[in-house]
């Protein structure tokens, strides 16, 4: 004959639940009208009485407003560039990896309500802790609109925003400077050192690119080949109307 739990056993179990959920909402920065809702948010499949009950179809509606959201970021401050490199820029933006960082720097993963399996672990997997922000932005979204999602979206994944844009994945800004110049001015970019620094064998340089009259915002560069590729994606930003990745 199974044992019914006691009164208090039972009110523990609520307080606990209580706390998780004031805890998630701290570190969101939003507090939800509807706690059922938070409630669903937060729990893995693991856990539920059947699946729908879980948090499975707010990841799946999550994933895309966090899509919509990212993708108007990008449209709105990346106006010079083209469609591949928005993309590229998207893919790590709203990647698992990035939402698990994302959750994880929150703590959401510890307010979860999770199955035995995954409770008796100090961790869980990173496809668990992107899937439950993914689903938290789903639920800020149906509690408080779109508005209240994109705020909180924007706060959260801006630095991952500008730590995607200023990835060089191997590209060749001098080359593509010189591409550019030539096409558009007929003029071939040099390279101005303004300045060095530090001991013989620690040296980090300044370097300016110009062309042909005009003078780009200067970068410095731990050798003279980093500080002229840092240039000349400086001059390629002014170029294209955007602030220089590289200050001087």
């Known amino acids: 004959m199974s044992s019914v739990p006691d009164a208090s056993t039972t009110e523990e179990h609520v307080e606990r639940e209580l706390d998780a959920f004031e805890k998630c909402e701290a570190a969101l920065g939003y507090q939800f009208k509807n706690l059922e809702l938070l409630q669903t948010c937060l729990t893995h499949a693991s856990s539920a009485n059947h699946r729908l009950a879980s948090n499975e179809r707010l990841e799946f509606l999550g994933d895309s407003v966090l899509g919509l959201i990212v993708c108007e970021l990008l449209f709105q401050r990346f106006p010079g560039e083209t469609e591949g490199e928005m993309t590229?820029?998207?893919?790590?933006?709203?990647?698992?990896s990035t939402c698990a960082k994302i959750s994880e720097s929150l703590g959401l993963p510890s307010f979860m309500l999770l199955g035995k399996g995954l409770s008796l672990n100090e961790t869980v997997p990173s496809s668990v802790a992107a899937a439950v922000f993914e689903s938290l932005v789903a639920g800020i979204y149906l509690d408080g609109g779109l508005d209240e999602a994109r705020a909180i979206v924007l706060r959260l994944i801006q630095p991952e925003v500008d730590l995607s844009a200023g990835f060089d994945h191997g590209r060749n800004y001098k080359s593509l400077l010189q591409q550019h110049t030539q096409k558009h001015q007929g003029a071939t970019?040099?390279?101005?050192?303004?300045?060095?620094?530090?001991?013989?064998?620690?040296?980090?340089?300044?370097?300016?690119?110009?062309?042909?009259?005009?003078?780009?915002?200067?970068?410095?560069?731990?050798?003279?080949?980093?500080?002229?590729?840092?240039?000349?994606?400086?001059a390629l930003y002014e170029l294209e109307g955007r602030n220089p990745p590289h200050e001087a």
Do not use: M, T
């Open 88 to 96: 590229r820029i998207k893919s790590i933006v709203v990647s698992r």
């Open 189 to 234: 970019p040099v390279y101005r050192l303004l300045d060095e620094k530090g001991p013989d064998h620690s040296k980090c340089f300044k370097v300016s690119a110009q062309v042909g009259e005009r003078l780009f915002q200067a970068a410095w560069g731990s050798n003279k080949k980093e500080a002229e590729q840092h240039a000349a994606q400086n």
